[in-house]
């Protein structure tokens, strides 16, 4: 699929007419991003939430620990049905305390997506304004594989827009 996406990708841009240029820039999001305070200051207060979490799930931890512990100690003297009663209790302690953990991650994954979602809407938004006044026709990815496009190559003549929408948006 992807093969099928780039060959497309190809030919459109040797379709254009040969007396038709097309300006191409690039950028890196993810540069952009990891330099606005805004985004600084998200990442601490995930963090902080993040060890909020980790705090609560390690004392249901301990707690669990605790039971397997008293329970391997006790199991020699418990009968065959207590034991599965145990086994059974403790099977499903642990899978709640997986469930409360999963939980906890997916929440702090939903914040943050939550609190980057509109600096990221800015951020492009920018990059569209920066490209539009620079008359460019399309704007690369630079950043990771995962990001989508990337850049196989550029040559020196192509632009680099990245600085220029972070001037942008430090001024906005």
Known sequence: ??????????L????????SQLKIGYTNPEVILSQLPEVQAIDTEIGLLLQRKDSLLAIQA??????????????EVLTLEQRQVREQDL????QDFEEERQKSLNEVQQRQITLLQPIE???????KTVADSLGLDL???????????????????QMNITELVLEKLKQS
Do not use: R
């Not at 699929?1 to 190809?10: D, E």
């Not at 459109?12 to 007396?19: E, G, K, P, T």
């Open 12 to 19: 459109m841009f040797f379709s254009f007419d040969a007396q």
């Open 62 to 75: 301990v707690a669990l620990q605790k039971e397997f512990d008293d329970y391997n100690a006790a199991k």
């Open 139 to 157: 704007v690369l990815n630079e950043g990771s594989v995962n990001a989508g496009a990337f850049i196989f190559y550029a040559s020196d003549d």
């Open 91 to 94: 099977i499903q302690k642990n």
């Open 121 to 127: 809407n800015k951020v492009f938004d920018t990059i």
């Open 1 to 10: 699929m992807k093969k099928l996406t780039l060959i497309a990708l190809f």
